[in-house]
């Protein structure tokens, strides 16, 4: 969870605009509780609009922006 965040506050420090979309898929239950309370508030909101968390098994808007391949 350290390198995870520490990696995103790094990309956002030097290379604030090579980020176009992350997706984080398949995260377990208390994931999102942490992305909102321990990494979220670290990184500028435009940042934040690039990442998609989600612990679902579809992908809706993944699957429209690539093949499922």
């Known amino acids: 969870n350290v390198i ?3 990696l995103l506050i790094e990309y956002q420090r030097y290379y604030p605009e090579i980020l ?13 509780g942490f992305w ?3 990494i979220k508030p ?4 435009k940042t934040c609009s690039k990442i998609v968390v989600t612990g679902e098994s579809s992908h809706k808007e993944l699957q429209e922006r690539m093949d499922a391949d």
């Not at 979309?21 to 999102?32: A, H, I, R, S």
């Not at 670290?42 to 909101?45: I, Y």
Request: with cysteine; proline share 4%.
């Open 36 to 38: 909102e309370s321990e």
């Open 20 to 32: 176009n979309k992350c997706y984080v898929l398949n995260t377990p239950m208390f994931f999102e």
């Open 42 to 45: 670290h990184l500028s909101v």
């Open 4 to 6: 995870f965040k520490t």
